[in-house]
């Protein structure tokens, strides 16, 4: 028993326990030899027994009160690998995972492969969906009691709050919760990994080099000053009735500079508007000189297309921009909880910011060594107003009224003539 106790503590025990050990040991023999006299071998035994166990507790709490220091404890704090661990053999037992996310297949391909290369025994299904499609999907599936899917990543900022708000979040709290910052999680049920810029483009072939806008109040003194630059129906637009995205990046728009973008949405509505709900088709549109410029897209994949085609031109406002967060979190319906677990620790973990890092196309809250420009450092130092979508933060609240949506889409459409 003292033996056993000895190696549960690192602290070695002073003289004076030894002493207080042999003194009790000794109590506890001559104890016995006495009981031993006793005409009943029973309640000798039973004694004896009884002693025995008295004199030991009292030099276990004798010894571990005197040993351990004031406020010391024997609990040791799991390392990540120990935690993860019982999460790994679960996720093997699984081996599978279903993604539906709005990160586009060019982007999300680094990141899917090194997390394929360290958890091999993973069938990873990534379907690619615009962010009502998304939406509409999971809860279409969910109401079926369908399989569906165990992680969401969505740029549609206000359908992944009201799918969390609605008990569709399943909480996990990472193992390295306290070192993310708070911008990149949302209590235990969402998390961050990164943001998308939200800006204009323009075609370098079809707009002089010396008009090329640099801010929003460039482009709306374009659209304006030099309407002659425009054929009909060369203003590319998002719909922001079917793209939750564009509804959510408008509406901060409007919110963080409201004359400036009525003005801009009633330039371009008077030469004429098509509308898309994805920035793919607005970039295609800019490259084919069907459109001369974008009112506003995801500007993260403008950048990677621009530095492959010259025909495409890319800017950070320097007077407005609107960061979106990229939400990912386990649904509750999930089918294997322990690998989208696995695959939320990986996109934080060191190796999978660095597979992020290649898609050389998100924000980054330190340096960019790809793009200066994405990065939050960069934003917070060039952009005179820089709008970040959080929930909770108050105007993703309001966007969420149902009054609130119809009432700014109607006044959307009125600016573009189509209402």
Known sequence: MVDGITHMTSTRPNKGIYIVMIVVIAVAAIAGFLAGQSATTGATQTQTLTIWRTVTHAVTQTYIVTAQKPGETT?????????????????????????????????????????????????????????????????????????????????????????????SAQPYRVTKYDAIPDVAKYRDLAYIPFYGLVAPIYSTEKIPKDLAPKSYSDMLKLLTERKDLFPPRSVATFNIEGSAFALTFTYYLYKGDPDLIQKIYTAAG?????????????????????????????????????TN???????????????????????????????????????????????????????????????????????????????????????????????????????????????
């Open 75 to 167: 609990t040791r704090t799991p390392s990540p690998e120990e935690l993860l661990a019982p999460i790994i053999d679960a996720a093997r037992r699984e081996g599978k995972l279903i993604i539906y996310s709005t990160v586009d297949r060019p982007s999300a391909q680094p990141l899917l492969e090194a997390f394929k290369a360290k958890y091999p025994f993973i069938d990873l299904q990534y379907v690619e969906l615009n962010s009502v499609q998304l939406y509409n999907r999971y809860v279409s599936e969910r109401a079926a009691g369908a399989a569906t899917a165990d992680i969401l990543w969505s740029s549609g900022a206000d359908l992944q709050y009201l799918l969390i708000q609605n008990g």
């Open 270 to 306: 008077s030469i004429g508007v098509v509308m898309q709900t994805a920035t793919g088709p607005q970039i295609e549109m800019i490259k084919t000189g069907q459109a001369l410029i974008s009112t506003g897209l995801f500007a993260n994949y403008a950048f990677r297309e621009a």
């Open 309 to 419: 085609d010259s025909r495409v031109g890319v800017f950070v406002p320097s007077d407005l921009a609107v960061l979106m967060p990229i939400t990912i979190f386990i649904t509750k319906e999930a089918r294997n909880p322990n690998a989208a677990k696995l695959f939320i620790e990986f996109l934080f973990s060191d190796e999978g910011q660095r597979a992020l890092a290649q898609t050389n196309n998100v924000i980054v809250m330190g340096d960019n060594p790809y793009y200066p420009q994405l990065s939050l450092k960069y934003l917070q130092a060039n952009v005179r107003k820089l709008m970040i979508v959080r929930f909770g933060d108050g105007v993703i609240d309001e966007l969420m009224k149902p009054e609130t949506r119809s009432s700014f889409i109607a006044m959307w459409k009125k600016w573009l003539g189509i209402g």
